[in-house]
């Protein structure tokens, strides 16, 4: 029980638990364990994915992306829509474009550190470097819109 209260209130940070000082380490019921501290760690990564989305992510996509993968593009390029969730979910010709939490299985993401031969993008010079990290950190929170 002492590691259910722990997962409740730090998060994860088991360390600051006095509950739990001295006590052997999963000693409890581990199965319920990382369920609680994921369902909490959730709910703060969704606002903070929300509000990065707004101040740093949707910007940065309508200034660099949406001429070739939005609405608005007068050919869409690689069957790929930036311009909703929906849109990077699904992906392009090459499967989803995102994969929510996942670095590494996001193919935007590679193509936005120039790692794809076949894809630079946006093709006219990559982004700076803090603008790429703000788009993995969007990406480990889950890559929200706005909704
Ligand atoms: C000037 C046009 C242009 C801009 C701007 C642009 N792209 Fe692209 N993008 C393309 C073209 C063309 C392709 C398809 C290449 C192909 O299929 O050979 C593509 C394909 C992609 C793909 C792969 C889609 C798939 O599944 O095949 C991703 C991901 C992508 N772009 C992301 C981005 C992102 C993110 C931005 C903005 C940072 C961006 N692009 C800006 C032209 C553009």
């Known amino acids: 029980m002492g590691r259910v209260i722990c997962s ?22 581990p199965s319920l364990v ?5 369902t909490i760690a959730d709910k703060s990564d969704d606002a903070a994915g929300k509000k990065l989305f ?12 949406y001429e070739c993968h939005s609405a608005k593009s007068d050919e869409l390029k690689g069957n790929l829509r930036l311009d909703s969730r929906e849109g990077w979910l699904k992906g392009g010709d090459n499967g989803p474009a995102i994969v929510p939490g996942d670095v590494e299985k996001s193919f935007l993401l590679k193509t936005m550190s120039y790692r794809e031969d076949d894809y630079k993008m946006p093709p ?3 982004l700076d470097e803090e603008l790429l990290g703000d788009f993995e950190r969007w990406v480990k929170l889950g890559a929200q819109d706005d909704q």
Do not use: D, M
């Open 34 to 38: 990382p369920r609680v501290t994921v």
């Open 54 to 65: 707004r101040e740093r992510i949707r910007p940065a996509l309508k200034e660099h992306c």
């Open 8 to 29: 409740l209130l730090g998060g994860g940070a088991l360390i600051a638990c006095a509950t739990c000082a001295g006590r052997q380490p999963f000693a409890g019921p």
């Open 124 to 126: 006219r010079g990559k």
